[in-house]
């Protein structure tokens, strides 16, 4: 017999896409790498129908998971895809930190989306952050996860508190009380005068706790935060900046020194008004416009302009304290910081602000003044 010697079968004349052995060319893989390639498949249309999203901790570690399918349309009213009751005071926070953080994925038009992906990760944060909580038994320790929605503005007081000290980057307290804003405008709805958010909780209005971050709160954090020095950068995108004629225009990517002198929710108590007001103006309806920073604006003076102090850009600002001759009052948004200034060896060091967006593969380097 000669047949397969004179005329042998064909050998493969493809390859595995995945691992490159040799199969036939009607192929894509190998048997191996064809059971590996069903079982992806299988886990991304999970990953999809679940909503898995990604996002980085304080820390900048990344944590994948699925998020809760949110949906947000005028007048801003967010509700799950699969509607159903409303949240109640009686649902645990952790329910109520779901859909938050459905929210920020839903890219709401009332958040931009750098912002969005700071609110999700500490929204992650506060879910297992262990609170003290009282009850008729004492005192006991349990997650914020796991805890009603009516004690939640309690938790979030112990939670803005728990990020005060050197472990953790100096902008945190502010990072957290804004998240708790966002919890509470969510709560209980936000009326501007000309758009509105409605409240996800039932009767949230007439039922959450006012004393959160109230007068004696804001004095004892403004104690503790108060005093810190931050670097801000004037944003390419649509902003404004009110200021007097004698302080030469802050323009786009220019850096200034702020001195942070109280918390920004009581900022606009008691003043005699701002030299320097930055404002952003790329959103129609921003609802967490109040997280600005107020202090003092770190400013050097023209030599050439001594005679006449008040003369047309007659001071700089400055991005470090050391070249600054004068300091003006100032307003800036806190999303323009982009470091905090510490002194670890009584040197001022340059502290990046943390990474919040997987996306982000450019973080802001460290660099000591």
């Known amino acids: 017999m000669t047949n397969n010697v004179l005329f042998p079968k064909r050998k493969p004349e493809g390859e595995c896409e995945r691992c490159w052995t040799a199969i036939s060319r009607r192929k894509r893989h190998c048997e191996a790498c064809e059971t590996i390639v069903k079982a992806e498949k299988v886990g991304q249309q999970r990953r999809l129908e679940e909503n898995y999203q990604s996002w980085l901790t304080p820390n900048g570690e990344r944590r994948k998971g699925p998020v809760i399918w949110m949906s947000v349309r ?40 750098a912002d969005a992906m700071r609110y999700v990760s500490l929204l992650n944060e506060l879910k297992v952050f262990e609170c003290l909580v009282l009850s008729p ?26 990020y005060f000290g050197k472990a953790h980057h100096p902008m945190m307290p502010a990072y957290a009380m804004d ?19 409605e409240e996800i909780v039932e009767a949230g209005k007439n039922v959450w706790h006012l004393g959160t971050f109230e007068s ?17 950068r004037v944003p390419e995108t649509e902003h404004s900046i009110d200021q007097q004629e004698w302080i030469r225009t802050l323009q786009p990517k220019d850096k200034f020194l702020v001195g942070i002198e109280r918390c920004h929710l009581s900022a606009g108590w008691g003043g005699s008004g ?6 952003d103006s790329d959103l129609d309806c921003d609802l967490m416009s109040e997280f600005c920073v107020t202090g003092k604006l770190f400013v050097r003076q023209d030599a050439r302009a001594k005679s006449n102090t008040f003369a047309p850009n007659a001071f700089t ?41 997987p996306d982000d593969v450019n973080p802001i380097s460290t660099k000591i003044l």
């Not at 600054?324 to 001022?348: G, L, M, N, Q």
């Open 317 to 357: 600002v400055v991005s470090t304290e050391s070249h600054a001759t004068h300091k003006f009052s100032v307003s800036a948004p806190a999303r323009w910081i982009t470091h905090a200034v510490v002194r670890p060896d009584r040197e001022d060091v340059l502290l990046p602000v943390p990474r919040w967006s």
């Open 137 to 162: 038994q004492g005192k006991s320790k349990t997650l914020v996860n796991n805890i009603s929605i009516r004690r939640l503005p309690f938790a979030l007081e112990q939670w803005v508190n728990s």
């Open 274 to 279: 701002f030299d320097v007001i930055c404002n």
């Open 216 to 232: 004696p709160f804001r004095k004892h954090f403004t104690t503790r935060f108060g005093g810190l020095r931050v670097l801000c």
């Open 74 to 113: 005028k007048a801003f009213e967010s509700e799950p895809y699969s509607p159903g009751k409303k949240l109640t005071y009686e649902n645990t926070a952790g329910e109520l930190i779901d859909q938050l953080i459905g929210i920020c994925f839903a890219q709401p038009p009332y958040l931009r989306k």
């Open 179 to 197: 998240a708790g804003r966002l919890i509470e405008f969510h709560v209980v709805g936000s009326y501007q005068s000309e758009w509105e958010l």
